[in-house]
């Protein structure tokens, strides 16, 4: 994402921690600074891309990130739809833009993003969001991108549990994984999730690599769940099969 921005032309001040991070930064071209705040100093577009939602938090809320009047926050990290309401109580312009895709995604301009926030603020943030962005897709007013991410993770982990469950009765049927996964992306029950189980070899490897990704999602999207005073109905059967892989 950095590179990608950089190529653009635009001025990158990215946060870096070590000296080693630092370096990675300088070679892509951008200024590489020590402090939360020598990132927003005077930016137009201050991107938040971590880990967890609490990260969000303590990043946005708790540190000393100052955003410039007129200037937009865009918080990539999916999370609960709450946080980005309380930072925007705070006064400030916020997107949030929770990402679908990979690094070779990034590096091809062509992740996905699912976008939430007032007209305005979302046109001052898509030069920006376009360079790494394709799709760039507007949802709706702020939180709706990260409602939209909720709900497909937790298809996401369904899906995965479905093909488990599936992978179990082939296993029993005599069919082994691999031929199993080679056989169904050409039949009906061809899918995204499937092709990208196959390409990892097996339901198991591609949890190892993924689980803790989705599985911190699904666990926001039952708390907005919960909110509602209601769970994740019949998607929550099968996430419980993608669940007791990772265990």
């Not at 993003?113 to 007032?118: E, K, N, Q, T, Y």
């Not at 488990?164 to 082939?170: H, I, K, P």
Request: overall charge negative; some cysteine.
């Amino acid at each position: 994402m950095v590179a990608r921005l950089v190529e653009a032309g635009h001025d990158v001040r990215v946060l870096g921690r070590s000296d080693e991070k630092r370096a990675a930064i300088t070679q892509l071209g951008a200024t590489a600074v020590a402090e939360v705040a020598g990132v927003s100093a005077q930016a137009g577009v201050v991107v938040v891309c971590v880990f967890t939602d609490e990260q969000v938090r303590q990043v946005c809320l708790e540190s000393e990130l100052s955003i410039a009047p007129g200037a937009v926050l865009v918080v990539h990290t999916t999370g609960s739809p709450r946080t980005v309401e309380r930072i925007a109580a705070s006064g400030v312009d916020v997107v949030d833009a929770p990402v679908s895709g990979g690094p070779h995604n990034a590096a091809a301009g062509e992740l996905t993003l699912f976008v939430g926030g007032a007209d305005e603020v979302v046109a001052r943030a898509r030069p920006v969001l376009s360079c790494y962005g394709d799709p760039v897709l507007h949802i709706g007013p702020l939180g709706a991108g990260q409602k939209v991410k909720l709900v497909n993770n937790a298809l996401f982990a369904a899906q995965i549990g479905l093909l488990s469950a599936s992978v179990d009765l082939a296993e029993r049927l005599g069919v082994p994984e691999p031929a199993l996964l080679a056989a169904l992306p050409h039949g009906s029950a061809a899918s995204r999730v499937l092709d990208l189980v196959a390409a990892g070899g097996s339901v198991a490897s591609f949890t190892q690599m993924a689980g803790e990704f989705v599985g911190k999602d699904v666990t926001v999207a039952r708390g907005a769940a919960a909110e509602l005073g209601s769970d994740l109905g019949v998607l929550e059967n099968v996430i419980e099969v993608f669940s007791s892989r990772q265990k």
